[in-house]
């Protein structure tokens, strides 16, 4: 029972174009979203996250959006660059920014081509 | 700073042998998390430790999986009896009091053969 799932495997997208990784949750009583990105042999790094009042959070060239009606959410990477090539984890939890533990998507690769 | 720290980097063990994965989170931090990643898979909750309160273990995946952490730092993740299927990643992170973002360390890459 996969309560946060990221469909797309694998996303590849040109240096200087925008990637969006998608992710959808299952759960209405998730309220707090967390992006994470994934280096080989390293543990994921936290990126941006968003709460449940919000439908938008932007930092630099990442930008979350969430679509509650539709249990959507998405990252946007504008411009993308090739070192942002990596795994990307979303996540989610039912606690709010005080959590006992996220709940994770099964990852989407993101290869950045020059 | 130092971050997470998880030790061996790199496991391999024979089916049936029992092994032992430590962690050493961020100092100050009271909440420490297990997670695993198999091949292709998602990050699988495993148990989760907050101060002195009963630990979550609800994402213990058999009896044969046990954590501990002793004196409210460091802690250990015992998997006995090794199967093929216990091949994976095994991720430990730590955080504020239990508030997000989890902080990971780079991981314990387990393989039974």
């Known amino acids: 029972d996969q309560q946060v799932k990221q469909n797309s495997p694998s996303l590849s997208v040109q240096e200087g174009r925008i990637s969006i990784l998608n992710c959808d949750y299952t759960n209405s009583m998730f309220d707090y979203f967390l992006w994470y990105k994934k280096y080989p042999a390293e543990g994921p790094t936290f990126l941006i996250s968003?709460?449940?009042?919000?439908d938008k959070n932007e930092d630099g060239r990442f930008t979350v959006f969430l679509n509650k009606s539709a249990k959507h959410l998405s990252l946007h990477i504008v411009p993308s660059q090739p070192g942002d090539s990596a795994v990307y984890f979303c996540?989610?939890?039912?606690?709010?920014?005080?959590?006992?533990?996220?709940?994770f998507g099964t990852g989407t690769r993101l290869q950045v081509f020059p | 700073g130092a971050g997470v720290s998880q030790s061996p980097s790199n496991k391999v063990t024979e089916k049936g042998k029992d092994v032992e994965l430590r962690c050493d989170p961020i100092s100050g931090h009271t909440a420490l998390y297990w997670y695993r990643q198999s091949l292709g898979q998602g990050l699988e909750f495993l148990i989760y430790f907050q101060g002195n309160s009963a630990p979550d273990k609800s994402g213990l995946p058999s009896d044969r999986f046990s954590a501990e952490r002793t004196g409210g730092s460091v802690s250990t993740l015992t998997i006995q009896r090794t199967q093929q299927e216990d091949s994976a990643v095994y991720l430990c992170?730590?955080?504020?009091?239990?508030?997000?973002?989890?902080?990971f360390g780079n991981g314990t890459r387990l393989t039974v053969t």
């Open positions: 992170a730590s955080s504020l009091e239990g508030g997000a973002p989890l902080h």
């Open positions: 996540a989610a939890t039912p606690g709010g920014y005080n959590t006992d533990k996220l709940i």
């Open positions: 968003i709460s449940s009042i919000k």
